[in-house]
């Protein structure tokens, strides 16, 4: 089946050590985004990807980076993880062009990630 | 800017009584609407959408109508079962290829 996978599914990492999240996708799909999402909160977009054009949020801290090698993965890097960025992590996908107007989203299961 | 506003949960309710969590939206143009559920400790997942005004989306015996006119696009169930508890999301899409999402209403259905 299509899929988007994400590993691992629990990373725990120490504070200011980088840790790394990996994001793959069978769905061929142009866009990939990264989302962090909070304990009982929505989903907040940190970028996104549109082939290799790389989308920032305004407000997504400087300590996040990604890289996009090829259409069929995607990474998150944390370079000096916190406690604050302590959350679940999401990896999407979408086609890049709209389907009747809306570019629908295929989300992976996440990455919770513990920062100690 | 677009925002989406979603009732406050978590709404509890006992096996086989009618669901209904309201989302009103603001956006400019013509956004795409979409619920999102998130059963626990995993990703979202795409329940329904509707991509213009009067459309009605549904699946697995939810559905949500698409109302121009009060900006809403609640989501109902005629008859919840227990395996139909986690968190709702609503969400638009105005065509710049990011969601804008609601803050999410839990629901538990109790036996």
């Known amino acids: 089946d299509a899929m988007v996978i994400q590993n691992p599914r629990y990373q725990v990492t120490q504070f200011g050590k980088p840790v790394t999240l990996s994001c793959s996708q069978t769905?061929?799909?142009?866009?990939m985004y990264w989302y962090q999402q909070k304990s009982s909160q929505a989903p907040k977009l940190l970028f996104h990807?549109?082939?290799?054009?790389?989308?920032n949020e305004a407000d997504t801290p400087d300590n996040f980076q990604s890289r996009r090698p090829n259409t069929s993965f995607c990474f998150l890097d944390i370079r000096s993880p916190g406690l604050g960025d302590a959350a679940m992590y999401l990896c999407?996908?979408?086609?890049?062009?709209?389907?009747?107007?809306?570019?629908?989203?295929?989300f992976g299961p996440g990455t919770r990630l513990t920062v100690t | 800017g677009n925002s989406v506003t979603q009732m406050e949960g978590p709404v509890t309710l006992s096996e086989e009584a009618f669901l209904t969590i309201n989302c009103t939206y603001t956006?400019?143009?013509?956004?795409?609407l979409f619920w999102y559920v998130q059963y626990p400790g995993e990703g979202l997942q795409l329940l329904l959408k509707a991509t213009k005004a009067d459309d009605k989306g549904s699946n697995k015996g939810f559905e949500a109508t698409y109302r121009k006119e009060t900006t809403s696009f609640h989501l109902e169930k005629g008859s919840v079962q227990v395996s139909d508890s986690a968190v709702y999301f609503c969400a638009l899409d105005t065509g710049r290829r990011a969601l804008t999402f609601g803050s999410g209403t839990r629901l538990q259905v109790q036996p």
């Open positions: 956006a400019t143009g013509y956004p795409s």
């Open positions: 769905l061929n799909h142009n866009v």
């Open positions: 990807y549109y082939d290799k054009d790389f989308n």
């Open positions: 999407a996908t979408s086609r890049g062009i709209p389907s009747r107007g809306s570019y629908e989203q295929y």
